[in-house]
């Protein structure tokens, strides 16, 4: 609806491209098809293609720590945790438990016979290796002693295939021991791996159970507004085209760079509202061509030149904002722009190309005039279509023959335009509003009140000013990546993980990792295990790492020097053998014995290991009077310098679990206290620390990619600006374009906050929109280009066809207020179709779909029922002629008889049918 000239470059181009498709819309059809065979079979492949790892800028502190911990530590470094949770079902002890400990065992065995298991721990498996049970309880027994985890060590990522293997593996053995100790036992697996796939195999059950729902109810919609069913294959196809296109592609392209596993979903969800969009946009204007009278090739023509160009225009601005996000040097963002630019590329070729060839090469079948195929409902369709004042049937004109002039908007401002070359008056060629169907005089009505002075400078001031508040309140934006997002609600996965974070704290699932290393000498040199000792004792003790709101510091640490708040004394090392014997600063120890036990030490050694203090001071507690401490204190020490120390030992690693969600709302401050503490006592201990894991990459990425948010919103309105402008010829157009596409995305997300920040949504009970005090991190990211798009859409297609009417002689006021008209019910039934389409999501028990699923529900729903008929022609109405700046102002003529008060009450015509605008004389002020 772009409004070009007719001798144009554009419009010869658009001509010459009409003529083509027709001449060769079967050779066109055919390509399609070739192309869907070529590319269908690899489609499925893009779910199991995509990856889930998130891949931290290389200038990134995550990236740094992972390359040097996975350089000391090669398989730790990318080890996945799992967690087996035992738990009785009647609350004994799992202590006193005969099948906690059998199942303990019996998995314990199985698993060490594994080629992937790295290591397993737990209070039965590392009592077998001589620790004590007093030392093991705290770790791996709950207070209420009902509860024991086993903790399995697979050697590769989370992601990576194999994982994936394991866990398969792992669940089969859970699903054993439940049915063997099941009367006894609860047996819960968790992991992120189980997470992950959890999460995905409950948004697509959800997604298809909402699809087989909301979906065919959409495209109900969409056939009632395009007027026919069999018009409403157009938009099936295209979207099965495009789809399997899009995705068929991006699977090959995984093979070669990563892409992130919300693609796929980001893509689908691009594909289904540009689809919609599109189809309204060129078969509602096939359609009235059509009805007006032309042959389905002329119409198409018109179509491609009106429709087809707001398609190009909005498809390639938004295409040329995703494919910005391929120069962001993070995967997670660069695979999107790539699969939302293929996507959307894609849409656009089919619908500029596949559309017209199969309206050309079916004009019987797609260009009838009555919207019911076949059955019972034709004879219905042609008594309705006999009853109307509608032209004649369009089968009874000649194939290119020329068009009726019909009483139709256009035909009136085709009119228009002649009247106004040969100097006639123009009100003698409006189309009286009286003679509107009920829709459009109800969009004609509302438009003069949004454009008339002072209601339009109202209005604007009006939806300006509640933009205020709610952008304030879009700025305490608050973000999480924590499991509770992506964990389906009312699951046993979503019980097991809560039991689990009260038992033993939620960070069993994400581990960190330190690593430890000396400046100087060697990781078992006295002087690097004292400073290790001293520079964790000062990290536990640092009062901006205290989470959870508990007495103690909120997590603990597990390393060689250093366990569970009490340093490991250098000399207790020694003892038990681990590292050669050498005198203590020249003062010569009896050597220890072989096995030693306490009561075989020399009389200095047990002095000087007293003095030490520590986990030294165990083996003279009183608790160790009825046994020898010194062998099982040795076993544990041993245990930890096969797992924290490295093979050649120059470099050690601390495990630090806590309490709360590392991925959670408190784990952001965490990460950034931990590496400043890890800063200042690398400087005062002389050793080089460094923190890594799971939670700094997802936070690394988290935080360049909101850093590179201005970007992304500075890069889309930049090209919003370029491409619009370029094609209206205006400067003004654009920035009032991003101004309300600016409004649309704020209310949007200031609404989110409300709702998921503070509950305003939860007295309604849904699930969907209950109170989560945050939101996943990588919502707002993701339904910003997909809300740009949408309104960028309307925006164009009520532009163009202002612009389009003001090019047949309208002045700006007239063109604004009948543009508004003729569009109102189109953009209102694609909002609303959208909206359904979207709002099945809302009910899905995956967090993170509700999420998506109201950000775009409630911005279609506010662009196209308030930002579209309310503030853009109040806004246009405003800047008058200033629209079209710096083109030259058209003629002013004299106001048009609609702003008049002699317009007929409001009356719908029979049955509530559309009946087609005529042409009157318009009466005078």
Known sequence: MVAVSEDSLI??????????????????????????????????????????????????????????????????????????????????????????RAASDTLEAVARNHSLTHDVAGYYPLLKLGMRPQDLAPSFVSNSSSSTLIELECSTYMT???????????????????????????????????????????????????????????????????????????????????????????ALIARATPIFTITPSLMMSILIAMSIDYALFLLTRFRQERLQGRSVPAAVEVTLQTAGMTVLVSGLTLAASFVALLFFPISVISSLGI???????????????????????????FGAREPCCCGPLAALCRRRYADDDSPPPLASLEEGGAAPQGPTLDSAFERLTAATDQGGDRRSALPAPEALSCPQRFWWRLSGLTTRWPLNLLCVAALLGLTVPLGLTATTLATTDGW????????????????????????????YSILLRPRTGSATSRHFFSSVASALAEFEAEPALRVGGGG?????????AYKSGTPVPWLLYETCELVPHRPADGAALEASPPSPSLASLGAKRREALRAAGGLAEQLFAPLAAGGDPLGPLCAGLRYAKRRFLNDDGSAAMAMVVMDVDPLGAEGDAWLHAARDTLARVSVTFDIDASISGVPGDIYDCKDAVFALMPVMVAVMALLVLLLVGCTFGSLVIPLRSVVS??????????AAVLTYQH????????????????????????????????????????????????????????????????????????????????????????????????YLVFAVLADTFVMRPLLVPAAMALLGEANWWPQAPTQRAAKPPAETAGVAPLRCSAAGAAAPPVLAAAPGR
């Open 11 to 100: 419009a010869t181009a658009i001509r010459s491209y009409a003529r083509l498709i027709k001449r060769r819309s079967r050779l066109v059809v055919a390509f399609w098809l070739v192309f869907l065979a070529a590319t269908a079979p690899f489609a499925p492949g893009i779910f199991s293609a995509t990856t889930q790892e998130f891949t931290p800028p290389p200038s990134s502190a995550a990236h740094q720590a992972n390359a040097a911990l996975q350089a000391q530590f090669p398989v730790a470094g990318r080890a996945t945790q799992f967690v087996v949770l035992l738990s009785t079902r009647d609350g004994s002890s799992v202590l006193e438990s005969a099948d906690a």
């Open 160 to 250: 990576d295939q194999p994982t994936i293997d394991y866990l398969h593996w792992l669940e089969e053995r859970v699903d054993e021991l439940q049915a063997a100790h099941g009367s006894s036992l609860e047996v819960d697996l968790l992991g992120a791996p189980l997470i992950i796939e959890e999460a995905a195999d409950t948004a697509m059950s959800d997604l298809e159970h909402m699809d087989a729902i909301v979906l065919p109810l959409s495209f109900a919609i969409l056939a009632g507004v395009i007027g026919s069913f069999r018009l409403l294959l157009v938009p099936l196809l295209t979207i099965g085209v495009a789809a399997a296109g899009a995705f068929g592609i991006t």
């Open 339 to 365: 699969g939302c630019t293929l996507a959307l590329l894609l849409v656009l070729a089919v619908n500029l190309s596949l559309v017209p060839a199969l309206l050309l090469s079916f004009p019987a079948f």
């Open 484 to 511: 509770d997002q992506a964990i389906p609600r009312g699951s046993a996965l979503g019980a097991a993980f809560e039991r689990m974070g009260r038992e033993f704290g939620a960070g069993h699932l994400n581990p």
């Open 552 to 560: 103690g510091a909120g997590f603990e640490i597990d390393s060689l």
């Open 741 to 750: 596409i600016g409004v649309t995305v704020t209310w949007a997300y200031g």
């Open 759 to 854: 509950g305003w949504l939860e007295w309604t009970g849904l699930g969907g929109l209950a109170r989560t005090d945050s939101q996943m991190w990588l919502v707002p990211v993701i339904s910003l280009p997909i809300l740009v798009g949408i309104s960028l859409d309307y925006d164009i297609f009520l532009l163009a066809r202002v612009a389009e009417l003001r090019g047949k002689g309208a002045t700006t006021q007239q063109a604004i207020r009948h543009g508004v008209t003729s569009t109102g019910s189109i953009i209102s039934s694609a909002g609303l179709i959208m909206a359904i389409a979207f709002s099945g999501l809302l009910f899905s028990a995956n967090p993170t779909l509700d999420m998506v699923a109201f």
